[in-house]
């Protein structure tokens, strides 16, 4: 059993900048894939990122090139670095522990966060 808190959200300027933490207790983040999912209102939660153990990563198209997904396994945190935000970043962002591999499936995930909320105002 893993429990992850997710840190980092708040409310800022479109073109603006968070870093998300994601941090884990009760195992080893090593032992799993990482992946950060968002939800927006009245829209089903969707893929954004993904690192696996031996820290490959893979975007959503919408986030590739201003998200940046990494992991410190010495300090059982995961982060999610966002530059360039835009009004449809808002979300509530959740960070999830994975065993198996099926890396773009929120189902496939064992153990999620509580979610953090993004705002992008413009």
């Known amino acids: 059993q893993v429990q992850l808190v997710e840190s980092g959200g708040g409310l800022v300027q479109a073109g603006g900048s968070l870093r998300l933490s994601c941090a884990a207790s009760?195992?080893?983040?090593?032992?799993?894939?990482m992946g950060w999912f968002r939800q927006a209102p009245g829209k089903e939660r969707e893929f954004t990122a993904t690192?696996?153990?031996?820290?490959?990563?893979s975007y959503a198209d919408s986030v590739k090139g201003r998200f940046t997904v990494s992991r410190d396994n010495a300090k059982n945190t995961v982060y999610l670095q966002m530059n360039s935000l835009r009004r449809e970043d808002t979300a509530v962002y959740y960070c999830?522990?994975?065993?198996?591999?099926?890396?773009?499936?929120?189902?496939?995930?064992?153990?999620w966060g509580q979610g953090t909320q993004v705002t992008v105002s413009s």
């Open positions: 690192i696996t153990r031996s820290s490959g990563t």
């Open positions: 009760g195992r080893t983040l090593s032992s799993y894939a």
């Open positions: 999830a522990a994975l065993v198996g591999n099926r890396l773009t499936s929120p189902t496939a995930y064992d153990y």
